[in-house]
């Protein structure tokens, strides 16, 4: 079954794991009765997203369907999970070199965004994001994507700054 594997089975395999643990995870930390620390009310938010996303209405509901059941919605995180990686905003400053090569072989792999079969929500992305890293490394990649339209807008040579730097002076 796997013969035909690529970079794609194995981002999309992924996938089915990170939705079968942020699950057990979240429920485990359900049934807590100590107060959750803000990173584990975090999990059981997202996992509530993502149950939003799939039209679910709580993690009862998930694990009262059958196995077939959940097969569909399965389906949906791995691919939307793929479709994420596509993208290739990474979440932090220190995974964008990977993100760059994800999408570099998904390229080539689909050809085009049209063969992604699911639609991402920003809170579904927020999620993908924390699963790959901290509250921290988001902030401060969402704040270097806000400067790289600074940086596309002409000559950023050292000359050229200095050209800048010069007229401003």
Not at 31 to 56: C, H, M, S, V, Y
Not at 79 to 108: C, D, H, I, M
Not at 123 to 139: K, N, P, S, W, Y
């Amino acid at each position: 079954q796997l013969k035909d594997a690529n970079l794609s089975t194995f981002l999309h395999e992924t996938g089915h794991f990170f939705l079968e643990a942020n699950f057990d995870i979240a429920s485990k930390l359900s049934g807590k009765t100590e107060p959750l620390t803000p990173g584990e009310q975090r999990i059981l938010d997202d996992a509530q997203t993502t149950l939003n996303w799939f039209g679910i209405s709580d993690l009862q509901t998930w694990y009262s369907l059958s196995f077939e059941q959940r097969r569909g919605f399965h389906e949906q995180f791995a691919e939307g999970f793929e479709t994420y990686l596509f993208e290739g905003k990474a979440p932090s400053l220190q995974l964008q070199g990977v993100f760059n090569r994800f999408r570099s072989w998904l390229l080539q792999i689909y050809k085009a965004v049209k063969n992604m079969r699911v639609q991402l929500t920003p809170e579904v992305r927020g999620v993908f994001d924390r699963m790959l890293a901290t509250d921290e490394e988001i902030d401060l990649m969402q704040k270097a994507r806000s400067m790289f339209p600074l940086f596309e807008q002409g000559d950023m040579t050292p000359e050229a700054l200095d050209r800048k730097s010069t007229r401003l002076n």
